[in-house]
C-alpha cells in the first residue's frame, strides 16, 4: 500500500514539475497580435513554440501555435509545383511570391512555409499532407525580442527616408538558447546573437565578432548565412557556413558575449558556390551534415569524419573548383534551396526541378 | 437524362441561394483599400449568417481556386479579408453555395511610375575590391528576385556570371527603396577558394557596365521607367582603413546656416556616411541638421537647422564607417595577419573644429 501511495506521489511531483517546466517556457507571453512585418526564417522551440525572425522589425516572436500533438513518423510528403499552389491559394500570380523559409514542428511534424509577396506582404501556412492552411497570428500568445537598439535618433537621410536594414539569414534553437544570424545593408559583419529563452526584457544576448582566417594569412570578419548545431566527440558544435564559403565549427561553449571567436575551417565547398542551407540527420550508418549549395548538389558530410579532421584548413586547393578538407559525397540532388528534418529519418527538399517547377519532396534512408 | 438531373440541380441551388440573398437588396461586392492595397471585399445584400457557404476563387487561365482568408460581420455586411491583400489586374469571383453571385477584377489604378534615383558609389572609377553597391530607388520596389534585373558586362561583351552575391532575405532597408548588394566577397577575400580559382569579381584597368532593367516592378507593380547604364573602370585595390586625421574641415562662419564641409579625400561608403558622422557643441549637445554629399561621395557637408554659435565643436565618427572596399577605422576588410600591426580598437574617432 505504502508502495502505492509512494508511486503515486513521484507521478503527481512528476506532473507538477514537467506542467512547471512548460509554463516557465511562457515566461513573458502576452496575448495579442503580434506586429510580424516580415517573416525571413522560422524555427520551432520546445512544446509547439514557433519563431519567427523578422528582418523588418529586427525582432524575433515565440508564438504558440497550439499545435504540440506529438506523432513520431511524419507521412511522406510530395507536393509538386508548390509555389503555384501556394500563389493560387493566396489569391495571386507565382511571380509575386517568394518561400522564405520551412520549418517542421518536431512534435507533429507539420510543415510551417514562410511566405513573402513581390509587395513584402507576409504570409505563414501550415501544410498537413495535402492540406494548406494560414497560420492564425490574430490574438495569440507570444513574447519577443528586439534584435537592434535603435539608434536614439532613427537615422534617416537629408529626405527623412530611414536607412537602415536587418536581413536575419538564419535562426535555429538549441539548449534553450535562440541562435539568429543577421546580415546589416550597411556594414560589412557578423551579428551572430545567442539570446536565451523565454525572452527577458533585459537584453542579456551575447553578439559575437566572428572571424575567418584565410590558410593562416588573412582574416576578416564573416557573416554567418547559414548554420545547424551537432554533437561532434560529445561536445556540442556550431556548424556554420559564411557568405564567403568555408564550413567552419566553433565549439558552443567558446561562444561568449564581446568575444573574438574564430571558427575551425574544416572544409571549402568550392568556387563560384554558395551553402544555403544545412541540417543534421542520423542513419544507421552514424551522423551527417547534410548541405544545399546554389550551384553544386546537395552535399553529405559525416560528421566521423569532421570529428577526425583536426586542425585547421590550411593547403589551398590546387584544381579549379575543387573542395577541400573533409571527405563529403554529392548526393543527385541538385538545386536544393531548402532543406529540413521531417522526422528522425526523413527530410524535406525544396527543390528546382530541371523543367522549372518548384517540388517539395521527402528523402529518406536512400540519402543517409 | 444526365442534363435533367443537372438541370434541376442548378433550379434547386437557385433557390436556396434566393434564400440567403436579403428581399431589401440585390447581392453586390466593394472593395476595400488599405493604402493603396486591396484588403478586403465588403459584401453586401446576403444575410451575415450564410458567410459559411460563401467562397472567393481566383480566375486564372481558366482554373479557379478557392483562395485562403477570413470573414467578418461588420455594419451587417460581411467581410472578406485573403490573408494578402488582393493582386491588381488579377480577376475574382464570389460563390454562394457553389453559385457565382459577382465577378471582381481588382483595378490597377492610377500608378506612379517608379525611378532608380542613384547607384553608389556614384563614381566611375572604382577600386578592384569594391565590396558593395547601393541602388536607391523613388518608391518601395518588389523584393525576392532582384539579381534577374541586375546584369554586369565587361568590357562591352562579356557578361558576368557569380559576381554578386544571392542573398535571401534581400538586403532592403526597412522603406524598401534601398538595395544593398554585395560582389561576392569570397571572391574579393585574399586566400579563399573563389578569390584563388576565379580571381576578383572585378579586375583593374578593365572597363565595365552595369544595366539596371526597365523590367524591376515597384511594389505596385508598375516597371522602372527605363533601363539605367552605369559605365565605370577599375582602379587598383584599397588596402588602407579611412584615417579621419587625414580630413579636411572648412568651417562656416557663425550666424550662418552654411555647412561645415568636410573633405574626406576618398569616397566612403554612402549608407553609413548617412549615419556614422554626428556633430557635437562643447557642451556635447549633437546639432541638429542634414546631410548631403558630393563629389562623388568624397565631401561630406552638414546643414545645421539652426545657426551656428562660435565655439568649439567635435566631429564623432563612428568606426564602423567603411570605404567603398569594407576597410573600416578600426581595420581592413582582409587582414594580412603577417603583416599586422595590432592597433587599439575603439567606438569613436574624434576630429575638431572652431567656429569663430
Known sequence: MKKVYLFLALVATVALASTSKIASLRDGFMEGTPEVKSISALTFGPDGILFIGDSKSAAVFAIETKDNQKIEKAAAVDIKKIDQRIAALLGTEVQNITIQDIAVNPLSKNIYCAIQLADGTPALLKITGDKFEAVNLKNIK????????????????????????????????????????????????????????????????????????????????????TFTTSE??????????????????????????????????????????????????????????????????????????????QGSLTTPVEENFATAGVDFVSLPVMNVLQLEKLDESQFLLLQRKSNGDLDLWTGGERYL | ?????????????????????????????????????????????????????????????????????????????????????????????????????????????DLSTPELIAIYPTNDTLPENLLKLYFQFSESMQEGHSLKHITLIAENQDTLRNTFLDLQPELWNADGNLLTV??????????????????????????????????????????????????????????????????????PPSKTKDPV???????????????????????????????????????????????????????????????????????????DLTKINQSESSEFSEIHFSIK
Request: glycine letters at 6%; charged letters at 25%; a neutral charge.
Open chain 2, 261 to 335: 564641409i568636410i573633405q574626406l579625400h576618398e569616397s566612403l561608403d554612402y549608407a553609413l556616411l548617412m549615419e556614422t558622422i554626428q556633430i557635437f557643441d562643447d557642451h556635447d549637445n549633437a546639432i541638429k541638421g542634414f546631410i548631403e554629399l558630393d563629389q562623388e561621395e568624397r565631401n561630406f557637408q552638414f546643414i545645421p537647422e539652426e545657426f551656428w554659435n562660435s565655439g568649439d565643436f567635435k566631429i564623432r565618427i563612428e568606426s564602423r564607417l567603411e570605404d567603398l572596399s569594407g576597410n573600416n577605422l578600426n581595420r581592413l576588410f582582409d587582414q
Open chain 1, 232 to 309: 561532434i566527440n560529445g561536445k556540442q558544435y556550431l556548424i556554420a557556413s559564411y557568405t564567403c564559403t568555408p564550413l567552419v565549427l566553433f565549439p558552443m561553449e567558446d561562444l561568449k558575449p564581446g568575444k573574438h571567436v574564430k571558427g575551425r575551417t574544416v572544409a571549402e565547398m568550392g568556387s563560384g558556390n554558395s551553402p544555403l542551407d544545412m541540417i543534421t540527420m542520423k542513419s544507421g550508418k552514424g551522423s551527417f551534415l547534410l548541405m544545399a549549395n546554389s550551384s553544386r548538389p546537395v552535399f553529405k558530410v559525416k560528421y566521423e569524419s569532421i570529428e577526425s579532421f
Open chain 1, 142 to 225: 507570444f513574447s519577443s525580442v528586439d534584435l537592434v537598439n535603435a539608434p536614439a535618433e532613427d537615422a534617416k537621410d537629408q529626405r527623412g527616408r530611414p536607412l537602415r536594414g536587418l536581413s536575419i539569414s538564419d535562426i535555429g534553437f538549441a539548449n534553450g538558447k535562440l541562435m539568429v544570424s543577421g546580415l546589416s545593408n550597411q556594414e560589412f559583419s557578423s551579428t551572430f546573437r545567442i539570446i536565451p529563452f523565454p525572452f527577458t526584457k533585459q537584453q542579456d544576448q551575447s553578439s559575437l565578432e566572428i572571424y575567418h582566417a584565410a590558410h593562416k594569412q588573412y582574416e576578416t570578419f564573416s557573416p554567418i548565412r
Open chain 2, 182 to 251: 554585395w560582389l561576392d566577397p569570397g571572391r574579393i577575400k585574399r586566400g579563399l577558394q573563389p578569390n584563388l580559382k576565379l580571381g576578383a569579381p572585378l579586375v583593374h584597368g578593365k572597363q565595365y557596365s552595369l544595366i539596371i532593367s526597365s523590367d524591376w516592378k515597384s511594389k505596385a507593380g508598375v516597371p522602372l521607367k527605363v533601363s539605367i547604364k552605369k559605365n565605370f573602370v577599375v582602379g587598383k585595390r584599397d588596402e588602407l582603413s579611412p584615417n579621419p586625421n587625414q580630413w579636411g574641415i572648412s568651417p
Open chain 2, 1 to 109: 437524362m444526365k442534363i435533367i438531373r443537372s438541370i434541376q440541380i442548378s433550379f434547386l441551388l437557385l433557390l436556396v441561394c434566393q434564400a440567403c440573398i436579403t428581399k431589401d437588396k440585390q447581392p453586390s461586392v466593394s472593395i476595400r483599400w488599405e493604402n493603396e492595397r486591396a484588403k478586403a471585399f465588403i459584401i453586401e445584400g446576403i444575410s451575415s449568417e450564410s458567410n459559411s457557404s460563401l467562397q472567393v476563387r481566383l480566375i486564372k487561365e481558366g482554373e479557379r481556386t478557392s483562395i485562403l482568408g477570413e470573414y467578418s460581420i461588420e455594419d451587417n455586411h460581411i467581410i472578406f479579408q485573403p490573408i494578402v491583400p488582393f493582386t491588381k489586374g488579377l480577376n475574382y469571383e464570389l460563390l454562394l453555395k457553389d453559385s457565382i453571385i459577382a465577378e471582381i477584377q481588382i483595378p490597377k489604378g
